[in-house]
C-alpha cells in the first residue's frame, strides 16, 4: 500500500536536518503501530520517499511524502493513529492513498514555490527584483561549480508586508534533478543577506498537475 502524505515542517522542527526528518517520519509510523515496508537487500531501509529537501531553517506548508506499508489498511484508521504519534513540529495536512506505479516524487517534481520575510528593510527591494528578472544571466558558483541562476528562476516580486510591516518576497523557482533554483542564491542576487530573512516553503509543484 502506497500513501502520499502532504505535511508541514513548522518552526519546532525549522532546524531538523533531512536524515532526520526521513527518521523522524520511521518513528512515526512505528510509534503509530502501521507496518511500513522495507527495500530488500543485504541492508534493508523503509521505503519513505520524501519530494525534495527542505534546507536547514526553512520552514514549510507543503512537504511530500510517499511511504509504502506492508499490507492494505483503511485510510481512516491510518489517520486516527498517525495523528497522536507525530512529533511536535510535524502536521498532516493530507493524506491519501496512491497506485503503486505512479512515478516517484522527485521525478515529477519542477518547482518549488517560496515566501521570504525579511527582518530589515530594503528601500531598493523593487528595483533589485526587477533587475534580476530583466538579467539575460545571473552567473553562480556552487561546490566549485559554475552555473546560470537566471533560467531557473520562474516568478520573482515583492508582495504585501507582512502584519508586522516586513517586506516579503514570492519566489517561484526550477526544482527539477540538475536543475534546481535556491532562494538563498537569489537574495544573494538582490543583494540581501539570507541570515536576515525567514523562508518558508508555500508549494511544491509536479507535472501533470
Avoid: C
Wanted: hydrophobic share 35%; charged share 25%; glycine share 4%.
Amino acid at each position: 500500500m502506497r500513501l502520499r502524505i502532504t505535511f508541514s515542517k513548522t518552526e519546532l522542527m525549522r532546524y531538523t536536518s533531512h536524515l532526520d526528518l526521513h527518521r523522524a517520519w520511521e518513528r512515526t509510523f512505528r510509534r503509530a503501530n502501521l507496518p511500513l515496508a522495507y527495500s530488500q537487500g543485504f541492508k534493508p531501509h523503509p521505503r519513505l520517499n520524501l519530494a525534495s529537501a527542505l534546507p536547514l531553517g526553512f520552514t514549510s506548508q507543503a512537504e511530500v511524502l510517499d511511504v509504502w506499508l506492508e499490507n492494505e489498511m483503511d485510510l481512516d484508521e491510518i489517520k486516527r493513529n498517525l495523528k497522536p504519534a507525530l512529533p511536535p513540529g510535524l502536521n498532516t495536512r493530507s493524506i491519501k492513498q496512491v497506485n503503486s506505479r505512479v512515478p516517484s516524487l522527485q521525478s515529477q517534481l519542477i518547482a518549488a514555490e517560496y515566501l521570504v520575510t525579511l527582518f530589515d528593510h530594503h528601500p531598493n527591494l523593487n528595483t533589485n527584483l526587477i533587475q534580476i528578472l530583466s538579467a539575460q544571466s545571473l552567473p553562480r558558483e556552487r561546490r566549485g561549480k559554475q552555473y546560470d541562476l537566471r533560467p531557473l528562476i520562474h516568478e520573482l516580486q515583492s508582495i504585501e508586508n507582512d502584519p508586522d510591516g516586513k517586506q516579503r518576497i514570492r519566489m517561484l523557482l526550477s526544482a527539477q534533478e540538475g536543475a534546481t533554483g535556491r532562494p538563498e542564491e537569489v537574495l544573494l542576487s538582490a543583494s540581501i543577506d539570507p541570515l536576515a530573512t525567514r523562508i518558508h516553503r508555500t508549494r511544491l509543484m509536479f507535472a501533470g498537475k
